[in-house]
Antibody, heavy 122, light 112 residues
Framework: QVQLQQSGPGLVKPSQTLSLTCAIS??????????WNWVRQSPSRGLEWLGS?????????DYAESVKGRITINPDTSRNHFSLQLNSVTPDDTAMYYC????????????WGQGTLVTVSS | DIVMTQSPLSLPVTPGEPASISCRSS???????????LHWYLQKPGQSPQLLIY???NRASGVPDRFSGSGSGTDFTLEISRVEAEDVGVYYC?????????FGQGTRLEIK
């Protein structure tokens, strides 16, 4: 059974960096049949995919255009986890953030973390 | 990006009665391999979303058979044959045809 355990601060100041980590159990961050994703949810944006990291002979990333240039998703093979960094945050980045596993076939999100509510406020 | 549009956004239902949710996409989700890359998720109160239906019409593991999905191309439907109290929450459709995946706005099902 795959489990995703999120950690990270729930309050970030404007212009600073949001950092979250997702610890994986029951699978490997280096697995080549899945991708590891961050999805956020807010009343204004609904459910929004932010980006992914995955290993297919080498490491790749995909990022949503809405956050490209501010986002980094990194795998950590030694700890079997992956992380999200979102720079220069504004109150519009306030949301529930989820880490999620995506099965490449048949292309769906199957395991979700418990969610972390991140508020951007001074 | 593909735009996903759900209706209705709010759905009050009497227990034991059927319910139906529509999802439309701005472009066809039918892949050349014959699959429709459209999935349904349910987010129960205070929980993360959970997979209900994948590839348009396949129930995920453990999903009761009162849930069914249908449709192809740009028009899809989620049906619940007899709503139970445990079905309350927000239902989302999501396409997985290309990057980025996108979600519908959600349909909130409540018990009358």
């Amino acid at each position: 059974q795959v489990q995703l355990q999120q950690s990270g601060p729930g309050l970030v100041k404007p212009s600073q960096t949001l950092s979250l980590t997702c610890a994986i159990s029951g699978d490997s961050v280096s697995s080549n049949s899945v991708t590891w994703n961050w999805v956020r949810q807010s009343p204004s944006r609904g459910l929004e995919w932010l980006g992914s990291t995955y290993y297919w002979s080498k490491w790749y990333n995909d990022y949503a255009e809405s956050v490209k240039g501010r986002i980094t998703i990194n795998p950590d093979t030694s700890r079997n986890h992956f992380s999200l960094q979102l720079n220069s945050v504004t109150p519009d980045d306030t949301a529930m953030y989820y880490c999620v596993r995506y099965q490449h076939s048949p292309r769906y999100f199957d395991y979700w973390g418990q969610g972390t509510l991140v508020t951007v406020s001074s | 990006d593909i735009v996903m549009t759900q209706s209705p956004l709010s759905l009050p239902v009497t227990p034991g009665e059927p319910a139906s949710i529509s999802c439309r996409s701005s472009q066809s989700l039918l892949h050349s391999n014959g699959y429709n890359f459209l999935h349904w998720y349910l987010q129960k109160p205070g929980q993360s979303p959970q997979l209900l239906i994948y590839l348009g019409s396949n129930r995920a593991s453990g999903v009761p058979d009162r849930f069914s999905g249908s449709g192809s191309g740009t028009d899809f439907t989620l049906e619940i044959s007899r709503v139970e109290a445990e079905d309350v929450g927000v239902y989302y459709c999501m396409h997985a045809l290309q990057v980025p995946v996108t979600f519908g706005q959600g349909t909130r099902l409540e018990i009358k």
